[in-house]
């Protein structure tokens, strides 16, 4: 078997959103061709490794011709002939060839796709599933939670609802498959629902919902409804989890949330006071990136009762990562691969979460591609929990149609909700 790189291939694609991006294919010498393209996101961390956009005319300025020429011209000269086995070495060449602290030089999206698809070139000259190859972080594979963003505010819809996403958690059950198919269920009695009273089930970026609600609580009351009229169990069988994204509301030192101006510990309350009023088991962003003070005083609030995931705050990153565990911040990281930009680099994040006892949670992007790389993160890692939107959208449903023909590789009982249950 001869796993030595033999050609390099990037181009543009378009993502859910029509814009451009990456995807790079890697030819190894025994003929096997791995392809991966890479995500891109909306509500973006200031610390993510940085996305190389063409900023011309075309596409609006978000063209990404110097990514792809950065992979021809001068990514494909630096690893060809080298082994596709070893993944961290590949990864290392691409972090110094760029040189830059943010992977500005040659774009994070240039690298990733890169990373990405030697490990899927990998997988098909093994003749392994892409997970096989992902090292068992947290426990040998297995099956994620969804967390089903079925409910859309914020930057990812025109309404006047101030948190980002309202997700549903399908967690009381032995077995990944019914778990999927009651957040289909709950999802389409929620779009019933919506239709009866005359409001719009148009679906945003995420194939979330965004009627124009106007506060939270009048959101979480039409999920809970939803999943109690869908023949479920609140609580026991189905949680609500939030990612408020409340960097995008954080202004002047306030938050400004419904239109009131709340200071740090103000907004920390307000969400101990839904996460008492409502079966929310995670939350995600409930503080912005910076306000570091905030997220200790909200850790020690609910920290040993609710999953507090550091999306925009970590942005997937070892370093930053540390800082929050040496300050008492969150107990859970969001992994999305894009906003560090390898592979290699992502699972020594992981690593570092597992080491410390925080959960780890890998996420897609709002901007996505059919690309399913993140089922089998998921599942090789064994994190646990993965958020890919709402059972809507062929980039959505692609992350979940993977997972069922992983089910069927690593058993459909074999599912990771221990954590989860009472």
């Known amino acids: 078997m001869n796993n030595k790189i033999k050609n390099v291939f990037a181009r543009y694609i378009l993502d859910s959103r029509a814009n451009p991006t990456v995807e790079v294919e890697i030819t190894l010498e025994d003929g096997s061709l791995g392809r991966a393209a890479v995500p891109s996101g909306a509500s973006t961390g200031k610390l993510e490794a940085h996305e190389l956009r063409d900023e011309s005319k075309e596409f609006n300025g978000k063209g990404v011709s ?25 990864d290392k060449i691409l972090i110094d060839l760029d040189g830059s602290e943010n992977k500005s030089t040659l774009g994070a999206n240039a690298i990733l796709a890169v990373s990405m698809a030697n490990l899927v070139a990998l997988s098909k000259s093994s003749k392994k599933h892409i997970y096989e190859l992902i090292p068992n972080i947290y426990g040998e594979p297995s099956l994620p939670v969804p967390f089903m963003n079925i409910l859309n505010g914020g930057a990812h819809a025109d309404n006047s609802v101030d948190i980002q996403e309202f ?55 039409e999920i809970m409804l939803a999943i109690a009229e869908a023949g479920y169990k609140p609580g026991d069988e189905i949680s609500l989890a939030l990612d408020a994204a409340a960097s995008e509301f954080y202004k002047n030192n306030m938050y400004h949330i419904e239109g009131n101006p709340l200071s ?20 995600e962003d409930g503080l912005a990136e910076d306000d570091w ?7 020690s609030k609910i920290g040993d009762t609710v999953q507090l995931v550091g999306d925009d705050l970590f942005v997937t990153q070892e370093k930053i990562l540390q800082k929050g565990i040496d300050d008492n911040c969150a107990n859970s990281i969001l992994i999305k691969v894009n906003q560090v930009g390898s592979i290699s680099e992502t699972i020594e994040t992981m690593k570092l979460a597992k080491d410390n006892n ?16 993140i089922s089998h993160l998921v599942v090789g890692t064994s994190s646990g929990q993965i958020k890919t939107g709402a059972p809507a959208r062929g980039e959505r449903t692609a992350k979940y149609n993977e997972l069922l023909r992983i089910s069927e590789q690593v058993g459909s009982t074999n599912f990771n909700n221990k954590k989860w249950q009472k």
């Open 264 to 283: 740090n510990t103000e907004m920390a309350d307000y969400l101990v006071e839904l996460s008492n009023s409502y079966p929310i088991v995670s939350i």
């Open 167 to 221: 997700m549903i958690v399908p967690h009381g059950f032995s077995d990944f498959n019914d778990a999927l198919r009651s957040g289909v269920e709950v999802y389409h009695t929620l779009k019933t629902r919506l239709k009866d009273k005359g409001l719009a089930t148009n679906v945003g970026d995420e194939g979330g919902f965004a009627p124009n609600y106007s506060s939270s609580k009048e959101v979480l009351d």
């Open 66 to 90: 110097k990514a792809v020429q950065n992979v021809n011209r001068v990514v494909s000269d630096a690893i060809i002939g080298k082994d596709a086995k070893d993944q961290a070495e590949i």
């Open 293 to 299: 003070e905030g997220w200790k005083y909200l850790t």
């Open 358 to 373: 925080y959960t780890s949670m890998v996420s897609h992007r709002s901007g996505e591609t059919e690309d399913a790389f």
